[in-house]
C-alpha cells in the first residue's frame, strides 16, 4: 500500500516543526524560536493512529524571504507536487491564500490545523483516500479469480526480493479473495499447462513474448498498466503513446524517473526503451533522462515524455506532471503503455 504524503506548510516559526514532532511523538525536526529555522524539507516516515503508514513532511515558511528564500520556495513547490494532504497553519494572509491556489491546482487536500492534535488527526482520516478506492486491479478480478503474474527474475531484479509493484498486487490478489500464481517468463508455458488463469498479469518488458504464449482471448495486462490507470490518468497515457508514430531521427524524448536507482546494462528506462524508440526512429534519436524529484521546467523542446511505473511517486505528483506536459503540449504516456506500443498489442490489453 502507498504511505500517505502529509506535508505541513504555514509562515515561519508557526509552529510547523513543533506540530510534526508532536505527531510523531519523536524530534523529527528541529524546532526553535529562530524564523526561518526549518530551510529544506524534512521527510519523516511514520504510522499515524487511524491512517497507518503515511510521510510527514516538514517545509520551509512560506514567508521566508532569506537569500535562500526562491530555492527554498523551489523545494517547497516540489513538495507541493507530490502531497496527498496538506495541513496549513495560520489563515488569512496573502502567502497563505496563493498556497491553498497552488494547492487546489495540484489536487491536494487542505486541512487547517485548530490548535487540536486529536481533531487534526480526525480530519486527516476523513479526507485520506478510503482503502477500497486504491485497488490496483480494479474489476478485473473478483473473488475465486486465478490469476497469473510473469515476473522476470534477470539481472536488473533486486536481489533477494520483489519488486515494489508486484508485491503490491500479490498482496491485494490476496486480499481480494483471488488464487495468485506466479512465475517467469520461462516457467510460463509449464504454468499455463497447470491452471487457465482469468487474467495474466505480466512486467511489461516481456509483453510479446507472453502475448504470443497465451491465447487470443485471454485477458493481459501489466504491472505498470495497473500503476498508471491507479495513479494517473491512463487515457492520455494512451494518447501520449501514440506519438511514438511520429518519432523520427531528429526527436528528442524524456524518460522520467520518480525514483533514484542505479542503473545497470539492462536498465528499461536508459536502455531497453532507447533501444526500442531508436530501432523505430532513427540511432539519431535523443533522449534525456530526469530522476528523483527533478522534472525539467522547460518541457517544450521534447516531442514525447515516458514516466516510469511511479511504484514510490504519489498520484499528485504523477497528475501534476501529466498536466505540466499538457501545458507545454507535449505528449506523455508511461513504461508500460510505451511498451505495449513499441511491441504492437497496446490494443489487446485489459485496463481496470
Ligand atoms: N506557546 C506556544 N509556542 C509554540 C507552539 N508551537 C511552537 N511554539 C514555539 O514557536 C517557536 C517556533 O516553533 P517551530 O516549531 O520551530 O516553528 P516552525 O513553523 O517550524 O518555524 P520555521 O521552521 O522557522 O519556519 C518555538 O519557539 C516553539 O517552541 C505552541 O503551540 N504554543
Ligand atoms: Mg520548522
Known sequence: MDRLHIAFFGPVNSGKSSLINALAGQEVSLVSPIPGTTTDPVRKAIELPGLGPCVLIDTAGIDDESILGSERKRLTQNVIDSADIAVILGSGSKAISALEEQLRAASVSIVHYDGSVDSLLKRLAEVAPKEEEKFLTGSLVKPGDCVLLVMPQDSEAPKGRIILPQVQVLRELLDRGCNALCCTPESLRSALQKTTPDLVITDSQVFGKVNAAI??????????????????????????????????????????????????????????????????????????????????????????????????????????????????????????????????????????
Open 215 to 352: 491465447p487470443a482471448d485471454m485477458p493481459l495486462t501489466s504491472f505498470s498498466v495497473l500503476l498508471a490507470a491507479a495513479k494517473g490518468d491512463i487515457g492520455i497515457f494512451i494518447e501520449g503513446a501514440a506519438a511514438i508514430e511520429g518519432l523520427g531521427p531528429d526527436s528528442r524524448v524524456l524518460i522520467a524517473e520518480a525514483c533514484t536507482h542505479v542503473p545497470d546494462n539492462e536498465d528499461i528506462g536508459r536502455v531497453k526503451i532507447p533501444a526500442l524508440l531508436r530501432k523505430r526512429a532513427g540511432d539519431g534519436l535523443q533522449v534525456e533522462i530526469a530522476a528523483g524529484i527533478d522534472f525539467p521546467e522547460d518541457l517544450a523542446p521534447f516531442d514525447l515524455i515516458i514516466h516510469c511505473g511511479a511504484c514510490v511517486a504519489t498520484k499528485t505528483l504523477v497528475r501534476s506532471r501529466t498536466r505540466k506536459a499538457l501545458l507545454a503540449g507535449v505528449p506523455i504516456t508511461n513504461y508500460g503503455i510505451a511498451l505495449a506500443k513499441l511491441q504492437g498489442i497496446l490494443d489487446r490489453i485489459a485496463i481496470p
